[in-house]
């Protein structure tokens, strides 16, 4: 994220772990991780109604909230996922950056508070042995972490059709 976040640092006053350069960089429909486009900075500016720097410093609080609606929260998941790949071409992410991201994300869930994250993040990390992270996976969890009565994994169906690691990580934390 090595561009965005030297700008966001010096230009914004914001850290690298601040929502909003990622969720800027969405905003501003960047490709590439890491930068944006001289013709996606324009366009964004425009549609953000920013001329300047400072407009856009003045924006960072409505930009953090952006998210907050569901329809907004799941375009803006499916978007960095897509985004954090390595190559345009690849079908998943490294999982470490999967676990970054969902440390960040997960609790921004609107309307849900799913107390699994810590489990979930620590399964990732410790127990589960594949290095990368599925499209499918990524939009899976987000899918199960929604659906009612997810934080009560007495309820889980494990013959319903989830991702073999959610399968997984609900024997695990059992």
Not at 21 to 38: D, F, G, N, Q, R
Not at 87 to 95: G, L
Not at 128 to 133: A, E, L, Q, S
Request: hydrophobic letters at 45%.
């Amino acid at each position: 994220v090595g561009g965005i976040v030297d700008f966001a640092e010096k230009e914004l006053g914001i850290t690298a772990d601040d929502i909003a350069i990622y969720v800027l960089a969405w905003k501003l429909k960047a490709e590439t991780p890491a930068s944006i486009s001289a013709e996606e900075w324009r366009k964004g500016m425009a549609d953000l109604g920013c001329k300047t720097v400072a407009d856009l410093k003045k924006r960072l609080d409505s930009l953090r909230s952006e998210i907050v609606v569901k329809t907004n929260f799941t375009d803006f998941y499916k978007w960095i996922f897509r985004w954090s790949k390595e190559q345009r071409t690849a079908k998943f992410i490294k999982k470490d950056a999967a676990v970054d991201l969902w440390q960040m994300l997960i609790p921004r869930i609107p309307s849900i508070t799913w107390i699994h994250t810590n489990d979930w993040l620590q399964f990732m990390t410790e127990k589960y042995t594949t290095k990368t992270i599925t499209e499918d996976l990524w939009q899976q969890l987000l899918v199960w972490i929604t659906t009612p009565n997810s934080s009560d994994l007495s309820k889980y169906d494990d013959s319903a059709a989830w991702p073999a690691a959610i399968d997984q990580f609900v024997q695990w934390v059992a």
